[in-house]
């Protein structure tokens, strides 16, 4: 199966596969209204042996034959609680 992957520039880290190069129409509105613009990035194709850098091939295989689009967003980020304001500057 072939994936189109667009990278939003609008939200770090966030990418959107498709089925059919440059077909949005199959993402709803209010996906793209937060993550529009795109940017065409990669056509790769998506067999059982592919592994993803962040994702699960079969899900997004599943979104793309049942919807026509896959959304990966970019992982929670976790602080280092050494990192915030303990309240102890006196």
Request: net charge negative; charged share 20%; with cysteine.
């Given at each position: 199966?072939?994936?189109?992957?667009?990278?939003?520039?609008?939200?770090?880290?966030?990418?959107?596969?498709?089925?059919?190069?440059?077909?949005?129409?199959?993402?709803?509105?209010?996906?793209?209204?937060?993550?529009?613009?795109?940017?065409?990035?990669?056509?790769?194709?998506?067999d059982?042996?592919?592994?993803?850098?962040?994702?699960?091939?079969?899900e997004?295989?599943?979104?793309?034959?049942?919807?026509?689009?896959?959304?990966?967003?970019?992982?929670?980020v976790?602080?280092?609680?050494?990192?915030?304001?303990w309240?102890?500057?006196?």
């Amino acid at each position: 199966m072939q994936a189109y992957v667009y990278k939003s520039l609008r939200k770090d880290g966030a990418y959107v596969f498709l089925a059919a190069h440059d077909d949005f129409q199959c993402v709803p509105e209010a996906v793209r209204v937060v993550l529009e613009p795109f940017r065409f990035v990669l056509q790769v194709e998506l067999d059982a042996q592919r592994k993803l850098a962040r994702g699960n091939t079969a899900e997004v295989r599943s979104s793309l034959a049942s919807q026509g689009f896959h959304v990966q967003m970019p992982p929670p980020v976790t602080l280092d609680p050494l990192t915030g304001d303990w309240g102890t500057d006196g």
